[in-house]
Structure formats: C-alpha cells, structure tokens
C-alpha cells in the first residue's frame, strides 16, 4: 500500500530515486513506527510522515517521524552518535546518560586556555517563562575560553558567542530570539547535539555534541513536542554550576544575569 511519506530533496539525493520510490510505494517503509521525536507510535498509511536520514562517517540510518514533529531532511552526525542513536532505537542501549554531561565543542568555536578543545558541561532543564515550561539547556565550560588562534589569558566565551549571535540576557522572564542556522539534535528522544551552521554553504556541524547520548526527563521531551523549539543558555565557567534541582538553576540564571554573564538563543529541533 502506498505510504503518506515526505521525501525531501535531500534525502533523495543521497537515498536515489529508486529507493525513494519504493519507500512511497510502501515496499520499503513500514506502516508503523514509532516516532523518534516524540517516541510515540505512527501509521505511515494513515497520517504524514517525515523520512529522516542520520548520516555518519560510514553508514546512514532512515528513520521516521511524524511530520507535525520534524520535517523530512538530512542529518549529518559523527559515526559515534549514529551507532548511540541506532542503539537507542532498537532498544539496546544498556544505560541512559545522566542529566548532565560533558562534551567536546567544535575545534573551532571556541577552545579552552591553555589548549586543546573546550570542554563543555550541558544541563537539560524547564524554565517558567510567561507562565509556560519551556524546554532548556544550559552550556558551561569548565575552564576559561580563549578566541581561537590565541592561547589566553581571559575569557572569550560570551563575545565568542554572541559574535555567533547570541543575545546576552539581562531579564529570563523574556523568550531569547530564534538564531538562524542553529538547532539542537534529538535522536530517539536522547539529545545527541548543539548543530552549528556549515562553512559555506555546507551542512551544519556539531558545536557540542555529547559522548552518550543524554536522557532528558517526559517532562522536558513533552514540552520540546510543544513548543518545537529549546532555549539555549551559555554562561562562563563558574556561574552556574550543576545544580540539583531545577529551581536552583534558574536562580543559577538569575544572578548570572545580573551579573552580565549570561547569553541565550532559541534554536529549532534538527533530525529528531
């Protein structure tokens, strides 16, 4: 039976058109699925769904989702995340990450003093705004930044990003502005990424990318199927702090605030 699948062109372009073809004509693409956005079930013959092809080093995965969750695209991913998130796919991932990671950042922006690649710490977390949970990370390097091509001192982390465009916020009560080109990456409900956009033109890359593949609570995964979007908070090292509970953390964000060490970005969801 032909499927409601949609194809985009570039999941075409790499899958070909006879792939693409039979995926349509229901000889390649199951009926049901379940979403690996939300995670939960579709019917490929009954409602839209989006072909998702996870592109490594060495293989590529085509998943699917519901199109009211993520159109369908192309998702370039470290050979490491793909074979995380087919684990987590097929159910044979043995332990989940905990709430908060570390991770290395692009080469490029930016890197740690003395050397070497920043390391980044990630929280996932909830924040109150305009009386709606809207679904957050929160970045902290765990040493200080310097610009690329420098070796320090100080710390370049915040100029480094809002040269990115980021915002510095002053008020978390206010929704940070959507940055174009950047988007967070979800696979089988497991945040695998902070993509960046590419050179140009290219696809995007990773700016943080985590080592396992970090479990993010309902709550959180919910909110994020809401609003399709996650607010994105970057502060230097030292002004959060892993904070256990999630009312901590935003008093975390309040004194960083405050204190003109805070930055922030909305981002859409890319892949999943």
Not at 46 to 70: D, K, P, W, Y
Not at 140 to 146: H, N, Q, S, V, Y
Not at 164 to 170: A, D, E, K
Not at 176 to 199: D, K, R, T, Y
Request: glycine fraction near 10%.
């Amino acid at each position: 039976m032909p499927r409601m699948l949609e194809v985009s062109d570039d999941v075409r372009a790499e899958i070909g058109d006879e792939e693409a073809n039979r995926l349509l004509a229901g000889d390649q693409a199951p009926s049901s699925y379940d979403c690996t956005s939300c995670r939960t079930p579709g019917n490929s013959e009954r409602e839209q769904t989006s072909t998702v092809l996870f592109v490594g080093e060495e293989t590529a995965v085509l998943a699917f989702a519901h199109a009211l969750c993520i159109p369908s695209q192309v998702v370039n991913v470290s050979e490491a995340q793909l074979q995380g998130a087919v684990r987590s796919i097929t159910g044979n991932d043995p332990a989940e990450a905990p709430a908060q990671v570390d991770a290395f950042a692009d080469p490029d922006v930016p890197r740690a003093v003395p050397g070497g690649q920043a390391v980044l710490g990630i929280t996932s977390g909830l924040v109150l705004i305009g009386g709606e949970l809207h679904p957050a990370l929160v970045v902290e390097p765990t040493a200080p930044i310097a610009r690329p091509g420098t070796d320090g001192p100080g710390d370049d982390f915040l100029p480094l990003l809002i040269e990115q465009g980021f915002i510095p916020v002053t008020d978390t009560s206010t929704l940070p502005s959507q940055l174009s080109g950047w988007s967070v990456l979800l696979a089988a409900g497991l945040l695998h990424a902070v993509l960046q956009p590419g050179v140009d033109g290219a696809a995007p890359t990773s700016w943080w990318q985590a080592h396992k593949a970090l479990s993010v609570t309902d709550g959180w995964r919910a909110a994020v199927n809401k609003t399709q979007r996650v607010l994105v908070y970057a502060a230097p090292v030292g002004s959060i702090g892993q904070q256990p509970r999630e009312d901590l953390l935003r008093d975390a964000l309040d004194k960083a605030a405050a204190g003109g060490k805070l930055v922030a970005a909305s981002m859409p969801l890319a892949g999943t």
